[in-house]
């Protein structure tokens, strides 16, 4: 009897621990499952935001990657800039898709629109690589605009190291178009060091050099 006794103590402690717990408890496994749930929800909609801002992303470089866009094709590659910046700002898609909005822009021989496009990716973009190369076609759009000052400017507010040579380069073309050739051959000096020592392309730098008359043009 006693063991009995025992058992139905047991049992009625149970039952009344589930009447004071089992509510809560069936909550929180409710709310745990739906935290679950939701977090699958979430990486299933980011991968479909990806995938769908990849495809666009891919439709918008064979459109840039054309000899000439047709009006019908310059229209259809800024409808896809538009989506892709709108609907997944902030990812490099976005980014990417800035530097071609740039370029088709400077195709159409709208430097203004150009202009917009990188100093917009300069202020957003939180990807310092893509900074510095979008500040670097800025300061050539300026300089081919006719602003070398604003140029030199936009060049000297930094890019990343692996953009050094290329940096140099173009604060040599700058330098070259305010007159100030002296500065210009240091310029392209470094940037033929620069692509020495850090094999970074940069085409042309010699001929440039040897284009100012430098008795030392080389290193």
Do not use: C
């Not at 006693?2 to 004071?20: F, G, H, P, S, V």
């Not at 202020?123 to 140029?151: C, H, M, S, W």
């Amino acid at each position: 009897m006693a063991e009995l006794q025992t058992e139905e103590e047991q049992l009625e402690a149970i039952k009344r621990w589930w009447k004071a717990n089992g509510t809560s408890l069936i909550a929180g496994v409710v709310i745990a499952a739906a935290g679950v749930f939701g977090w699958k929800a979430w990486q299933s909609y980011q991968a479909n935001q990806a995938e769908a801002a990849s495809m666009r992303y891919q439709q918008l470089l064979s459109l840039a990657g054309q000899d000439e866009l047709e009006a019908d094709a310059m229209a259809q590659a800024q409808q896809l800039i538009g989506e892709i910046q709108d609907e997944h700002g902030g990812t490099l898609y976005a980014d990417l898709s800035a530097l071609l909005q740039a370029r088709l822009a400077i195709a159409d021989g709208n430097h203004a629109a150009a202009m917009d496009a990188l100093q917009g990716l300069i202020e957003r973009t939180e990807r310092p690589y893509l900074q510095g190369l979008a500040r670097l076609r800025l300061a050539r759009v300026q300089l081919a605009d006719g602003n070398p000052d604003k140029a030199l400017a936009t060049l000297e507010a930094g890019v990343p190291d692996a953009l050094s040579a290329q940096q140099a380069n173009t604060r040599g073309d700058i330098l070259v178009a305010l007159g100030r050739e002296g500065e210009a051959r240091d310029a392209y000096r470094n940037a033929l060091r620069l692509v020495q020592e850090g094999g970074q392309p940069v085409p042309g730098v010699q001929l440039k050099l040897d284009n100012l008359g430098a008795e030392d043009a080389t290193l």
